[in-house]
């Protein structure tokens, strides 16, 4: 069975940091692209990081970039987002993902996990 686990989630004060983490079963994420998507209440679900198959690329949305860093270990089936200089705009249930082509973030591999709840609040 695919499934996808995210955890690492919670609240956190402005300028903080956390780290998400991604466990993915029931399929090798090696030849795949991974994500991390967040939805805010009333808002779409947004891809908010990138990372190729290999971990070579990655690519991050305007708003996190030089906060977020996405990075993947595949020998663990497992892929992070390390999240500092928290922003309360940030605040949103995270996902994870994952898709064949690097740029093609919306056409996910597996059905999608829980998430995890990232609320940024002083």
């Known amino acids: 069975q695919v499934q996808l686990v995210e955890s690492g989630g919670g609240l956190v004060q402005p300028g903080g940091s956390l780290r998400l983490t991604c466990a993915a079963s029931g399929f090798a994420i090696t030849m795949y692209a991974m994500s991390w998507y967040r939805q805010a209440p009333g808002k779409e679900r947004e891809s908010v990081a990138t990372i190729s198959s290999a971990g070579a690329g990655t690519n991050y949305l305007d708003s996190v970039t030089g906060r977020f860093t996405i990075s993947r270990d595949n020998a663990k089936n497992t892929v992070y987002l390390q999240m500092n200089s928290l922003k309360p705009d940030d605040t949103a249930v995270y996902y994870c993902?994952?898709?064949?082509?690097?740029?093609?973030?919306?056409?996910?591999?597996?059905?999608w996990g829980q998430g995890t709840q990232v609320t940024v609040s002083s």
């Open positions: 993902n994952a898709h064949l082509a690097y740029s093609s973030t919306r056409s996910t591999f597996a059905s």
